[in-house]
């Protein structure tokens, strides 16, 4: 059994003849793009740089030292770095050997961690030693250990530290994984562009988040057609703010669509709008991606900070809706081209363009990025609806996966049978074919792009000594969008939000998940069919 479904013959071959599957992987990519322009800066780390050569150099020579390790194509190893060089290296130098970066993201802990490492059966965990004050060296002892006991007699899961590995002597530092020579015509270990190329992250609607299966052939064509759009090229500076992992920084054009058009990327160690604008200023940035939480925060210190932006073309928002009155304020604030986007791990990535007009660009989340993008918006019944009304966003496409990772279960449920993925997402198109996203039928919650699933936190919360029932749900919010509010049932006295938050750390959650605010209830409401009414709880929450 396959681990995940794959395009039809059919489809993969109009994709093909379209153009949109080149047949190469990332490592090959890489190796042209050093022999086009070897000089030519590719990626900026504070006072570290690589030329296109140079990247190159040190992906060959990291493909060695993960394979002395024992990683081998098709190998899955999950990558828990922040924003520094060392996530370009070490993904170059796995795609350089077939291996399948799995991407966890910073705030990840050990709930996210376990079931990553689990279900995908990870050859190696890639972490820094230590983070935003989380040592992440311990979480990985303490997930190995439980790992060694539970299957001995498996090979391990390799740890490799991005700094100091500390006491942990069987732990790997990953600056001793570059060998001192590579032999020439080190090649892609035999990997091809129907490869699994990366595994991103759902946003997770039912539980822990599904594993995304993305092949060189789809993934590449999603950060080149995305970078056509935006009008990269070799003089284009993409500064990388949010997290790398992310779909978004990624690929929507993010990094590999700013090295596909031979352009240059800084690293943004961290998202603060002092360092981000600093580095605008200093680099000569072009191009930046945004969630709408910290739009704000730049917008003010674009006043005070005294920076200059002049060389900042476009800035994309996206990860959650912005406001249109928010949207507005870019143009003439930052002097920058506001870009929404639309997308999602699982495909389908909708730009604005940058000839929109302006209240198309302020007010929609623009239209997909490929022609063979198939678009479906259906009612609860599954038929298409009237341009104009809302519906759920049904796609396939050339980029668009037709199935999960090792989710057989959940795909019937989340994929129709002629492989139209369910979005969950209610939009409705406007006369100009843009998309205009209106909300979601699924129980999720977005607090400022991260995605929330209200599943899981509510099996955390059930475990708490003092509850006996709970529901969460999202509450709008001015800053965020959603913030996650518990409804509990307890015995005895509630728990409060900060000891809630410890409690779930305990357990080793991710902080953004944590209930911002608890409220107790004598009874949660049900539906006719004994669902828990989380609409009938939404209404007792305040309007922003």
């Known amino acids: 059994m396959k681990a995940h479904p794959t395009w039809p013959d059919a489809d993969a071959e109009r ?6 599957w080149s047949g190469r992987t990332f490592g090959s990519y890489l190796r042209s793009w050093a022999g086009a322009r070897p000089g030519h800066l590719a990626l900026v780390d504070g006072d570290r740089r690589w030329t296109y050569a140079e990247l190159d150099a040190a992906a060959d020579r990291l493909a060695l030292g993960f394979r002395s390790l024992g990683v081998e194509r098709g190998d899955r190893v999950v990558v828990h770095l922040p924003n520094r060089a060392e996530f370009v ?4 130098g796995l795609q350089r050997i077939g291996a399948v970066p799995v991407h966890a993201m910073p705030g990840h802990r050990r709930t996210e961690i376990e079931h990553m490492v689990r279900v995908g ?3 190696a965990y890639i972490i820094p030693d230590r983070h935003a004050r989380f040592d992440h060296r311990e979480l990985a002892r303490q997930l190995v250990d439980d790992l060694a006991k539970e299957a001995a007699g498996t090979p391990p899961c390799r740890v490799v530290v991005c700094g100091d590995p500390g006491a942990h002597r069987d732990f790997t530092r990953l600056e001793d994984l570059y060998g001192p020579t590579v032999p020439s015509g080190l090649g892609d270990d035999g990997a091809e562009s129907s490869d699994l190329a990366l595994l991103l992250l759902s946003g997770g609607t039912t539980g822990l988040p599904k594993l995304v299966p993305r092949t060189h052939d789809d993934y590449a064509y999603n950060a080149r057609a995305a970078a056509g759009i935006c009008a990269l090229d070799e003089d284009s500076v993409y500064l990388a703010v949010l997290p790398i992992g992310f779909n978004f920084t990624l690929a929507c054009p993010g990094v590999l669509g700013t090295f596909m058009s031979g352009g240059t990327v800084v690293i943004c160690p961290d998202p603060s709008p002092q360092t981000a604008l600093r580095l605008i200023d200093e680099r000569r940035v072009t191009i930046t991606s945004l969630s709408p939480p910290l739009v704000p925060y730049w917008l003010e210190e674009a ?9 900042l073309r476009v800035l994309q928002v996206g990860g959650a809706r912005i406001s249109a009155d928010l949207a507005r304020r870019i143009g003439p604030e930052l002097g920058a081209r506001v870009q929404q986007v639309f997308g999602m791990a699982e495909g389908l990535i909708n730009l604005t363009r940058l000839d929109d007009a302006e209240e198309a660009a302020c007010t929609t989340q623009g239209r997909p990025i490929s022609p063979d993008d198939e678009i479906l918006i259906v009612d609860a019944e599954g038929r298409p609806v009237t341009d104009g009304e809302p519906g759920e966003l049904l796609t396939r496409g050339p ?3 037709r199935g999960y990772y090792r989710a ?7 994929f129709t049978p002629d492989g139209f993925y369910r979005s969950g997402d209610l939009v409705r198109r406007t006369p100009s074919g843009n998309l205009e996203v209106v909300g979601r039928i699924k129980d999720q919650i977005n607090r400022g792009g991260e995605k929330i699933a209200a599943t899981e936190v509510e099996e955390h919360l ?7 029932a709970a529901a969460l749900v ?6 965020w969008g959603e913030r996650p509010v518990a409804f509990v049932i307890c015995q005895g006295q509630a728990p409060g939000s900060r000891e809630l938050a410890s409690f779930l750390k305990q357990r080793g959650l991710a902080a953004y998940k944590a209930p911002d605010e608890v409220i107790a209830v004598d009874r949660l409401p049900l539906t006719a069919v004994g669902k828990i009414d989380k609409q009938a709880l939404a209404r007792r929450l305040p309007r922003p």
Request: proline residues 7%; glycine residues 8%; aromatic residues 12%.
């Open 121 to 123: 059966e990870a050859a």
């Open 89 to 92: 290296l070490a993904w170059f």
């Open 474 to 479: 999202g509450a709008p919010d001015a800053q």
């Open 303 to 311: 006043e005070h900070g005294g920076h200059r932006l002049d060389s």
């Open 408 to 414: 057989e279960e959940h795909n019937r449920r989340a």
């Open 462 to 468: 059930l475990t708490h000594p003092a509850i006996t």
């Open 399 to 401: 980029y668009t996966p």
């Open 15 to 20: 994709y093909r003849r379209a153009g949109y």
